[in-house]
T-cell receptor, first 115, second 116 residues
Framework: AQSVTQPDIHITVSEGASLELRCNYSYGATPYLFWYVQSPGQGLQLLLK??????LVQGIKGFEAEFKRSQSSFNLRKPSVHWSDAAEYFCAVGPYSGGYQKVTFGTGTKLQVIP | DAMVIQNPRYQVTQFGKPVTLSCSQTLNHNVMYWYQQKSSQAPKLLFH???????NEADTPDNFQSRRPNTSFCFLDIRSPGLGDTAMYLC???????????????FGPGTRLTVL
């Protein structure tokens, strides 16, 4: 069965500092990988996704993520955090091909940005 | 703009009183999903429709049902809400849930349901 682990429940960074959110996945074949962001009381917005090809993926709002098959990781990064980035971030994994695409979410990482 | 719309955004109901949540989409996607997200937890898939085909997750309580009268609309019915059903309910769509290359789920803003 597929699964996602986000080991950091809560992270605090200073505005302007760099950010890395960790995500490890378990999946038996080539996965689809996603990062979503959720502001308080809102739905999930897609930041970026990886299906195949270049392992460094660029997303919206200046975010990027790197797929590392050997480490089963898909960490999210941003070089300089803005106060508006404070939100909860969810990593998710889905099957690459065939069958019904059931996406499994991690438990999320809450990001706090301090001045 | 094409989007996923959920109504109402906030719903309060009484224990045992049936409630219906609505989702509509202008993306013309084949697949519509309903997720339940409790406070500080990951979204949990309840069921999905591929076109008119209904697919229930094995651990979704019988209390939760869904209808999809046409491509654009999907409803979540909770027949007898319990206190434990207080949660955010998220609707999502995808073009083709069968794992086609580039498939992505797009989420609505959610309905926050409170059962008193």
């Amino acid at each position: 069965a597929q699964s996602v682990t986000q080991p950091d429940i809560h992270i605090t960074v200073s505005e302007g500092a760099s950010l890395e959110l960790r995500c490890n996945y378990s999946y038996g074949a080539t996965p689809y990988l996603f990062w979503y962001v959720q502001s308080p009381g809102q739905g999930l917005q897609l930041l970026l996704k990886y299906f195949s090809g270049d392992t460094l993926v660029q997303g919206i709002k200046g975010f990027e993520a790197e797929f590392k098959r050997s480490q089963s990781s898909f960490n999210l990064r941003k070089p300089s955090v803005h106060w508006s980035d404070a939100a909860e971030y969810f990593c998710a994994v889905g099957p690459y091909s065939g069958g019904y695409q059931k996406v499994t979410f991690g438990t999320g990482t809450k990001l706090q940005v301090i001045p | 703009d094409a989007m996923v719309i959920q109504n109402p955004r906030y719903q309060v109901t009484q224990f045992g009183k049936p409630v219906t949540l609505s989702c509509s989409q202008t993306l013309n996607h084949n697949v519509m999903y309903w997720y339940q997200q409790k406070s500080s937890q990951a979204p949990k898939l309840l069921f999905h429709y591929y076109d008119k085909d209904f697919n229930n997750e094995a651990d979704t309580p019988d209390n939760f049902q869904s209808r999809r009268p046409n491509t654009s609309f999907c409803f979540l019915d909770i027949r007898s809400p319990g206190l434990g059903d207080t949660a955010m309910y998220l609707c999502a769509t995808s073009r083709d849930g069968r794992g086609g290359t580039g498939d992505t789920q797009y989420f609505g803003p959610g309905t926050r349901l409170t059962v008193l």
